[in-house]
């Protein structure tokens, strides 16, 4: 099982690009989460979905967007990239039987917009 | 709003001591608490908590939950320079969103 991957690792973007983080589990989640991390501020959720073709928003979704076509895939979009964007992000899958919410992070991608 | 507040937000301190972190919570669906620890790198679970009073332990950490008064700790004994971290607590409302707090920030200096 190679858990929970993301790519790239690193990015830089100039402002108003547009690109899209991968995020792919093989564990057969079907609860699945994008969230960023910024100095003294924690994990904060930007969008979530329950199962393919089901999506909704966390904290703070503006600026991005996402879907889920598959239960093992959920790319994260940011439509035009902005400074405030700069982040690192992590995304997150659980499983929603068992009562037992262990969500596995993957590694993150560290995003730096001009 | 719902809000989780840990504290203290850094502590430094010597191989062998012990420490406890704090985690307080104002969540309207609240499930359950998750503790994690992060190394520069993704976050790793240490423990989930749903019910008050039941200590959990893994090695030299444990955890406790106190529902009525809305707060967890996080106690680490004979602490070691591996467990130089961010930790992490985390409420978990139904639908299984986390919110998490901003993180304790722990050094242990050998």
């Known amino acids: 099982n190679a858990g929970v991957t993301q790519t790239p690792k690193f990015q830089v973007l100039k402002t108003g690009q547009s690109m899209t983080l991968q995020c792919a589990q093989d564990?057969?989640?079907?609860?699945m989460s994008w969230y960023r991390q910024d100095p003294g501020m924690g994990l904060r959720l930007i969008h979530y979905?329950?199962?393919?073709?089901?999506?909704d928003q966390g904290e703070v979704p503006n600026g991005y967007n996402v879907s889920r076509s598959t239960t093992e895939d959920f790319p994260l979009r940011l439509l035009s990239a902005a400074p405030s964007q700069t982040s690192v992000y992590f995304c997150?899958?659980?499983?929603?039987?068992?009562?037992?919410?262990?969500?596995?992070f993957g590694p993150g991608t560290r995003l730096t917009v001009l | 709003e719902d809000k989780v507040v840990q504290s203290p937000l850094s502590l430094v301190v010597h191989e062998g001591d012990t420490v406890t972190l704090n985690c307080s919570y104002e969540?309207?669906?609240?499930?359950?608490l998750l503790w994690y620890k992060q190394e520069k790198k993704a976050p790793t679970f240490l423990f989930m908590l749903?019910?008050?009073?039941i200590e959990k332990k893994s090695g030299r950490l444990s955890s406790i939950l106190d529902k009525k008064e809305l707060f967890s700790i996080l106690n680490i004994t004979a602490t070691q320079t591996g467990d130089s971290a961010v930790y992490l607590c985390?409420?978990?409302?139904?639908?299984?969103?986390?919110?998490f707090g901003a993180g304790t920030i722990l050094r242990v200096k050998s």
């Open positions: 979905s329950v199962g393919a073709g089901i999506t």
């Open positions: 564990m057969n989640h079907e609860y």
């Open positions: 969540v309207t669906n609240f499930r359950s």
């Open positions: 997150a899958s659980s499983s929603l039987a068992g009562g037992n919410n262990e969500q596995f």
């Open positions: 985390a409420v978990e409302e139904y639908g299984n969103k986390l919110v």
């Open positions: 749903t019910s008050s009073g």
